[in-house]
C-alpha cells in the first residue's frame, strides 16, 4: 500500500486562536492525508522536533499572532540544521499579502490567507509531492 | 381559540395550494448561520404557544426579553466602547486619548499575548509578540503610562483580560490609588471568565479548579472593595469566533455564567451580593434575524434560571446586561471595505437585540489591527446607527414579528436541550475535561466551511463575485519590532530601580496565601504596589497550582 502523505498542522507561540488549524486539519485528514495537529503553544524548536519524530512531508504552521516575521524564519533555520530541504513548509493565518510575499521569497512553500479553499491547500500539496518524485 | 387556530391552519393550507404555489425559489439553501432551515414564511400558528405576559412581557420587566430597560435607548444610548491596545502603554494611551476625544464613551483595553497568558515582555516565549495583538503591561509601572492623563473616576474601563485578571484588577486599583481615587469610584469590567478560555480561546495558565477559586477570590473582593466593578463579563464571543453556531454561543456562554454563579453560592456568598455585577459579552454574526433572537433568548433563559433555580430576590440579579461585538470571524482579506458594511449590519442586529454596550469591528482586521482610519469609520458606524436611521426611537421594535418571536422561543428551547447535556456530563468543568465543548464547536467551524466550499453559503468576494487579480489597496498597521527591544528595556531598568526586598516579601506573602486558600487579592494589591512583575507573580501561583495543557481534539 502506497505511504500517505503525512502533513504536520502546528500553531505556534502564545496564540490560542486554533479554529483555522483545526479546519484545515480535519480537511486534509478528509482529503486522505495522515495528519498530525500539534496542539497549542508550541515553539518552533517543538515543532521541527515534532516534524523529524514524524517524518513528516509537510509542516502547516497557523499564525494569528502577528509574529510571522520572527517565528517563521526561526522555523526555517531549525530545518536547515536539521537537513529539512525535503520538507514543505507552509502557512496560513493573518499575514499580510506582502509579508507573504516576503515569507516566499525566504523560502516558506506558500502562505494561504483568509477565506482560501481548503481544496486549494490538499491540491498544492499533492502537486508539490508529485514534483518532489519526479525530482527524486 | 381553538377555531380560530383552525381557521388559521386551513387557510395557510389554501394560500400553498393557491397563491404560493405559482412561485418557484431559487436553488438556494435557507437556513441560518447555524443551518437551522428557515421556513418561507411564519405566521401566528408559529406563536400560538407564546404567552406575552409570561415570556415577552414589558421592557424593563420580568422576563426582559423586549430589554432590561423600560425605554431603551430613549432613555441612555449604549456605550460604545472599542476595542484598543497595541505597542506600548504610552503608544495606547495616545489612541485611548484619540478615541475619547472623537466622542467614545468608555474604554477597552487589548492586551497583547504575553500579557494574555501571565509573561513579562522579556519572558523567552514573548518573542515576535510583544505589543502585537494589544499592549504589553508587565508591571504597574506600564499600567501607569497606559491611564496616564486619563481621571480613572471618570472613564469606565473595559480590561480583556482573563487567566490573569487579578493580577491586572489589582494594577487598576494601584493606579487609581495614585490618582487619589478610591475603590468605590471605580467603573469598568474585566472580563475574567476563565471557563471560555478551555473552552475556545485557550489563552488558559492553571487547571479549571484554581482557576475558578481566583475568578471567586476577585467576586468576593470587588462585592466589598469595588462594588460599581463588573467582575466578570461572561464570553460568548470568542466561543463564536472559535466556529460556534448561534446556538452554542448561547448556551455555552449561559452555562459558563450559571458555573459562576454556582461557585460563588458554593463560597458562601448570597446570590443577590455579587449576580448585579455579572456582565455578558455577546458576538453578532451575519444571519440578521438570528442574532436578534439569540439577545432576547439570553435576557429570558438568564432571568428566568436566576429567579426560580438561584432564588434570587434582587431585580438587578435577574437582568442580563451585555456587550456585544461584531463578528471578526466574519470578516474577509477580500474586498476588505465589503466589511464595513457586514459590520453595519451585525451592529444593527445588536442594537436591535437591546445591547447596552457595542465594538464594531474596522474593515482591515482579517490582516491586522486597525489603524486609526479604519478604527474611525468603525466607530461612526455605530454613531450613524444611533442617530440617523430611527431604530433607537422605539423600544424593541421587532416585538411580535411572528418570525422573531419564533426564533427566540426555539432559541431558548435549544440552549435548554444543551443545558440538560451539559449537566449530564457532570457539569461545565466535567465536559471541559471531556473535550465536549471543543469538539461541538469544531464540528461546527467543519460544517461552515463545507457550507462555503460547496456555495450552500454566499460570502461575497470569496465564493462568489471574486475580482480575479485583486490587489489589496488598504493601509496596514505594523507594529515596530522596537517595541519589544524598548519594552524589554523598561524591564530592566524597572527591576534595577524597585526595592527587591519588598518584591521578595510580597511574593513569599502571595505564596503562603495561595497555599493556605486565602483570597489572592489583597497579596497581588501589595505585590503590584511593590513594583512585582505580572510574570513574577503568576510563576509563584504556577508553583502552587500547576499548569494546565488540553488534550488536542479535531
Known amino acids: ?136 | 381559540m381553538s377555531t380560530e387556530k383552525n381557521k388559521f391552519e386551513q387557510e395557510r393550507e389554501r394560500w400553498e395550494r393557491t397563491t404560493a404555489a405559482q412561485y418557484k425559489d431559487r436553488p438556494a439553501k435557507f437556513m441560518t448561520t447555524s443551518s437551522v432551515p428557515i421556513n418561507e414564511l411564519y405566521g401566528p400558528e408559529d406563536i400560538q404557544h407564546i404567552d406575552y405576559f409570561r415570556d415577552i412581557g414589558f421592557p424593563g420587566e420580568f422576563p426582559y426579553t423586549r430589554g432590561i430597560h423600560a425605554n431603551m435607548y430613549r432613555g441612555r444610548l449604549w456605550t460604545m466602547r472599542q476595542f484598543a491596545g497595541f505597542g506600548t502603554a504610552a503608544d495606547t494611551n495616545q489612541r485611548f486619548k484619540y478615541l475619547l476625544e472623537h466622542g467614545q464613551t468608555g474604554l477597552s483595553t487589548a492586551f497583547d499575548l504575553p500579557t494574555l497568558m501571565g509573561r513579562d515582555s522579556d519572558d523567552p516565549l514573548a518573542e515576535g509578540e510583544v505589543g502585537v495583538c494589544g499592549v504589553a503591561i508587565s508591571s504597574l509601572r506600564d499600567m501607569e503610562i497606559l491611564f496616564d492623563g486619563i481621571p480613572l473616576d471618570k472613564v469606565s474601563t473595559s480590561m480583556t483580560i482573563n487567566s490573569p485578571a487579578a493580577i491586572l484588577l489589582a494594577f487598576y486599583i494601584c493606579v487609581a490609588e495614585k490618582q487619589g481615587v478610591p475603590p468605590a469610584k471605580l467603573r469598568g469590567t474585566t472580563q475574567n471568565d476563565i471557563l471560555k478560555e478551555y473552552i475556545a480561546q485557550k489563552e488558559f495558565i492553571f487547571p479549571p479548579e484554581p482557576s475558578m477559586k481566583i475568578v471567586v477570590d476577585t467576586i468576593k473582593y470587588c462585592a466589598e472593595h469595588v462594588p460599581e466593578w463588573n467582575t466578570i463579563s461572561i464570553s460568548g464571543y470568542h466561543i463564536r469566533e472559535a466556529g460556534s453556531t448561534a446556538v452554542q454561543e448561547l448556551a455555552f456562554t449561559l452555562a459558563d455564567g450559571f458555573a459562576y454563579v454556582e461557585a460563588a453560592m458554593a463560597a458562601g456568598m448570597k446570590v443577590d451580593e455579587f449576580a448585579p455585577r455579572l456582565s455578558f459579552f455577546f458576538n453578532s454574526h451575519l444571519d440578521f434575524f438570528e442574532e436578534i433572537a439569540k439577545f432576547r433568548a439570553a435576557r429570558r433563559i438568564y432571568a428566568r434560571r436566576m429567579r426560580d433555580k438561584y432564588g434570587a430576590k434582587d431585580e438587578r440579579s435577574w437582568k442580563l446586561r451585555f456587550h456585544t461585538q461584531t463578528a471578526g470571524c466574519s470578516l474577509t482579506g477580500q474586498q476588505p471595505f465589503n466589511n464595513v458594511v457586514r459590520t453595519a449590519f451585525e451592529a444593527l442586529a445588536g442594537v436591535l437585540g437591546g445591547t447596552q454596550s457595542l465594538h464594531t469591528n474596522s474593515l482591515d482586521e482579517t490582516w491586522a489591527l486597525p489603524t486609526e482610519f479604519a478604527a474611525k469609520i468603525a466607530l461612526r458606524t455605530q454613531q450613524i446607527i444611533a442617530h440617523e436611521i430611527g431604530v433607537t426611537n422605539t423600544v424593541d421594535p421587532l416585538a411580535g414579528s411572528y418570525f422573531v418571536e419564533h426564533l427566540t422561543t426555539q432559541m431558548e428551547q435549544q440552549a435548554e436541550e444543551y443545558f440538560q447535556k451539559i449537566d449530564a456530563l457532570g457539569g461545565v468543568i466535567p465536559a471541559i475535561k471531556q473535550g465536549f465543548f471543543q469538539r461541538e464547536i469544531a464540528a461546527a467551524a467543519r460544517q461552515y466551511q463545507h457550507e462555503i466550499e460547496k456555495k450552500e453559503r454566499i460570502i461575497v468576494g470569496v465564493n462568489a463575485y471574486v475580482e480575479a487579480e485583486e490587489k489589496l489597496d488598504i493601509p496596514i498597521l505594523k507594529i515596530d519590532p522596537k517595541v519589544e527591544k524598548e519594552q524589554i528595556e523598561n524591564l530592566k531598568r524597572l527591576r534595577a530601580e524597585r526595592d527587591n526586598t519588598k518584591v521578595r516579601q510580597t511574593l513569599d506573602q502571595l505564596k503562603t496565601a495561595a497555599q493556605e486558600d486565602r483570597n489572592l487579592m489583597p497579596p497581588l494589591i501589595e505585590c503590584s504596589r511593590a513594583y512585582c512583575t505580572l510574570g513574577e507573580m503568576i510563576n509563584v501561583l504556577k508553583g502552587v497550582y500547576g499548569t494546565w495543557r488540553e488534550e488536542p481534539v479535531f
Open chain 1, 1 to 136: 500500500m502506497e505511504r500517505k502523505i503525512r502533513v504536520l498542522v502546528g500553531k505556534v507561540g502564545l496564540d490560542g486562536h486554533d479554529r483555522g488549524a483545526k479546519v484545515i486539519a480535519s480537511a486534509l485528514r478528509d482529503a486522505g492525508f495522515e495528519v498530525i495537529y500539534s496542539g497549542l503553544h508550541q515553539t518552533p524548536e517543538m515543532v521541527v522536533e515534532a516534524a523529524l519524530q514524524e517524518d513528516v512531508d509537510v509542516i502547516g504552521i497557523s499564525l494569528l499572532s502577528g509574529a510571522h516575521m520572527t517565528l517563521f524564519p526561526r522555523i526555517m533555520e531549525l530545518m536547515k540544521k536539521n537537513q529539512m530541504d525535503d520538507v514543505l513548509l507552509l502557512g496560513g493565518g493573518t499575514i499580510p499579502p506582502e509579508e507573504a510575499k516576503q515569507l516566499e521569497t525566504m523560502g516558506v512553500g506558500k502562505i494561504f490567507g483568509p477565506g482560501t479553499d481548503t481544496r486549494e491547500i490538499s491540491e498544492f500539496i499533492r502537486s508539490w509531492t508529485a514534483r518532489r518524485a519526479v525530482q527524486a
